[in-house]
């Protein structure tokens, strides 16, 4: 790869080392994602050359799962991390023309480390946060660092009436525990190399944004093209149904789906064509979150369902990294440009799949939002920080 673009491969046990130099120059291509909503991705395709040292790695164990995999990018001298995961699997391709035969190694972020073991039953007699605390203490080896926001329900039931006991594992009880607040739960790579954020709290979509993207503006541009859609029919008003001990009465708490952690994204709302009820009857069969909950965890189970289902504005395209000058990362707002006055502004970032290979780079992005129009007329558009 050419010197404004390179990437950095590191593998282990548990301890990633740098990666081979042969087999570093048989590696022609990477890939890495990260969404909100779903656990991130990673895979490396190799050239896979019969007695090669490729082929030798393969046969000596190096590529077998869970074997730690770190990446890193740097791009005009400026380096971040793409992935920070475990190998979960390799396909061979085998072909007769020289060359042509390849391995794809593909794995997940470490908190695949966390889904393997089924713990149902271990007691946990805590509130949801210390349990978090605890079931990620155990996987310091891997660099993880707890990010614990304490939720408004915090709640532990009297040891003498139910101890809270583990379902599933570790990954899905914690996961579990998120969704009964209205929280989210995914393990992010960084803040430097080796580590990794488990964020366990409210989904936020505030911030410091990133430089804005630039669509349709001639030399300028940084995103040669832009694809936007509006379903304005699945915009929904949420309303709530609580069911106080004291009353007989059921009372409908109308959800709004803007929250100081998810606030409008311009000044033009969106109004909702339709009203859902999340929790009217108690039915036997009824499959829904906030049946048979405390009005305050119903309350906020619908405000982020409400709020999930707000950003019915969406956006794909990809990045020309080189002009952008870094890397877009997910999970965080940006700015957007050139695309008509309705679509500039803030946009959330829900996706980005960075693809390198040699001499180039790409990165494919999916952005949302909740309302049309920018808040300001006037965009950063300076380099990232990386």
């Known amino acids: 790869m050419d010197d404004a673009i390179r990437v950095q491969v590191l593998k ?5 080392e ?42 000596d164990g190096g590529f077998e799962p869970p074997a730690r995999v770190l990446l890193l990018a740097v791009v005009a001298g400026r380096t971040q991390i793409l992935m920070d995961g475990v190998i979960a ?33 271990i007691p946990l007699p805590m509130p949801a ?33 139910r101890i809270p006991v583990q379902q599933g594992t570790d990954f899905a009880h914690i ?5 009964a607040v209205g929280y989210v739960f995914y393990v992010q790579p960084g803040p430097s190399p080796g580590t990794n954020t488990a964020y366990w709290g409210p989904e936020i979509r505030v911030g410091e944004p990133q430089p804005a993207l630039t669509v349709n503006m001639d030399s300028a541009s940084t995103v040669p093209s832009l694809s936007i859609s509006f379903d304005g029919i699945r915009k929904t008003q949420y309303v709530g149904w609580i069911f106080p001990q004291q009353l007989k009465v059921p009372i409908p708490i109308p959800v709004p789906d803007v929250t100081p952690l998810s606030p409008p994204l311009g000044p033009r709302y969106i109004p909702p064509r339709g009203i859902k009820q999340l929790n009217r009857a108690k039915a036997p069969n009824q499959d829904d979150a906030t049946a048979r909950r405390s009005p305050a965890e119903a309350i906020m189970l619908a ?18 990294v080189l002009r ?27 996706s980005v799949s960075t693809t390198l290979a040699r001499g180039k780079i790409t990165q494919s992005f999916s952005l949302d939002r909740n309302a049309f129009e920018p808040w300001s007329d006037t965009l950063p558009i300076n380099s990232p920080e990386i």
């Open 175 to 179: 996961s579990a525990l998120a969704n």
């Open 89 to 121: 699997r390799h396909d061979v391709t085998v072909s007769s023309t020289p060359g042509a035969s390849t391995l794809s190694i593909t794995g997940s972020d470490v908190s695949q480390m966390m889904d393997l073991l089924d713990l149902t039953g």
């Open 303 to 320: 405000l982020a369902r409400a709020t999930q289902g707000s950003h019915v504005v969406t956006a794909s395209g990809q990045v020309d």
């Open 129 to 161: 946060e210390a349990q978090v605390a605890l079931l990620l203490a155990k996987y310091a080896i891997y660099g993880m660092v707890p990010l614990v926001i304490p939720s408004p329900l915090l709640f532990c039931p009297n040891p003498l009436e």
């Open 12 to 16: 282990g046990a548990v301890v990633p």
């Open 18 to 59: 740098p990666l081979d130099g042969t087999l570093l120059d048989a590696l022609v291509e990477v890939q890495a994602t990260e969404s909100a909503g779903s656990r991130g991705g990673f895979q490396l395709r190799f050239r896979l050359d019969k007695g090669g040292p490729v082929e030798r790695e393969l046969h």
């Open 324 to 350: 952008y000058g870094g890397l877009l990362q997910a999970r965080h707002l940006v700015g957007l440009r050139g695309a008509g006055h309705l679509y500039d502004g803030h946009w959330f970032v829900r």
